[in-house]
């Protein structure tokens, strides 16, 4: 069962910038499509990157041209670069296959971020 941890949240003032990053066990990591998902209090999860095994990557249009995914095979570890934030981010951030990829994997603990206007 491959475990998901995530990491480099926080509290941020509208325009700064974060990094999250999420670590995986299991040898498959690589093959494997990841994606970045966030779920706001009182909304569902939506899924806002993916990054391909190849390093191919997609966007949610309200992320465009401001986060950037991106993972180290050998650490098996996917990283989000966050920039210029918005308070419509605030959100529990988690890791998880791309569903185009692979079914879900078991759910992190989500790492909280928090960005104040």
């Known amino acids: 069962q491959v475990q998901l941890v995530e990491s480099g949240g926080g509290l941020v003032q509208s325009g700064g910038s974060l990094r999250l990053s999420c670590a995986a066990s299991?040898?498959?990591?690589?093959?494997?499509?990841m994606g970045w998902y966030r779920q706001a209090s009182g909304k569902q999860r939506e899924l806002v990157a993916t990054?391909?095994?190849?390093?191919?990557?997609n966007y949610a249009e309200s992320v465009k041209g401001r986060f950037t995914i991106s993972r180290d095979n050998a650490k098996n570890t996917v990283y989000l670069q966050m920039n210029s934030l918005k308070p419509e981010d605030t959100a529990v951030y988690y890791c998880?296959?791309?569903?185009?990829?692979?079914?879900?994997?078991?759910w992190g603990q989500g790492t909280q971020v928090t960005v104040s206007s």
């Open positions: 998880n296959t791309d569903p185009r990829s692979a079914t879900p994997w078991a």
């Open positions: 990054i391909s095994g190849a390093g191919w990557t």
């Open positions: 299991g040898s498959i990591f690589s093959i494997t499509g």
